[in-house]
């Protein structure tokens, strides 16, 4: 049977009853997570699906196939919030999964004087992403650490990354 709860919801009997024994749902938890232990990012009540004691339907909502019934999570009104951080830490970082170093090109700007307001110039840095992550400018470890002095070094017009190593690596021979 469904119950009418005082929101204008029709949601089952059990999250009624859920409710008003005063257990808390997933999106209340999120809510005192955040404001107990200021995480970064901030959590959401989805990431904490997986860790909740209880489901119960709660409400009809339209969809695609029609209409469906969706659902609450629920937490014992005595939940400990530093324990449940913890998991939610954990699975965070199994999540994140093995890092790598990438070694990427960009582009960065000085600002100049005159009618030219920005200059162009070769930026190179190294950053940690995720092992199954693309990046664009990824370069080789050896590029890098060949160019990594010619870092501020100011790039001709839609220059691109071998056309910079082609002009630096001439200019060092010349030198």
Same mark, same amino acid.
């Given at each position: 049977m469904l119950a009418y709860e005082e929101t204008?919801?029709?949601?089952? *009997?059990? @999250?009624?009853e859920a409710g008003a024994a005063g257990m808390l749902t997933a999106g209340e938890v999120a809510k005192l997570l955040n404001q107990?232990?200021?995480?970064?990012?901030?959590?959401?009540?989805?990431?904490?699906?997986p860790l909740a004691d *209880?489901? @119960?339907?709660?409400?009809?909502?339209?969809?695609?196939?029609g209409s469906t019934m969706?659902?609450?999570?629920?937490?014992s009104p005595?939940?400990?919030?530093?324990?449940?951080?913890?998991?939610?830490?954990?699975?965070?970082k199994e999540?994140?999964?093995p890092k790598r170093k990438a070694y990427i090109f960009a582009t960065g700007w000085r600002k100049g004087y005159g009618r030219r307001k920005w200059f162009p110039l070769a930026k190179f840095a190294v950053i940690e992403v995720g092992e199954n992550d693309m990046i664009a400018d990824e370069i080789?470890?050896?590029d890098y650490e060949l160019l990594k002095g010619f870092e501020g070094e100011e790039l001709e017009a839609y220059e691109s990354?071998?056309?910079?190593?082609?002009r630096m690596l001439a200019r060092q021979e010349v030198a």
């Open positions: 204008g919801k029709y949601v089952s *009997e059990r @999250h009624a107990q232990f200021k995480p970064f990012p901030k959590v959401t009540a989805r990431e904490l699906k *209880e489901w @119960h339907h709660s409400g009809f909502y339209k969809s695609s196939q969706g659902r609450t999570y629920f937490f005595d939940i400990n919030l530093a324990e449940l951080y913890e998991q939610l830490c954990d699975a965070r999540a994140e999964g080789s470890p050896e990354f071998t056309d910079f190593k082609g």
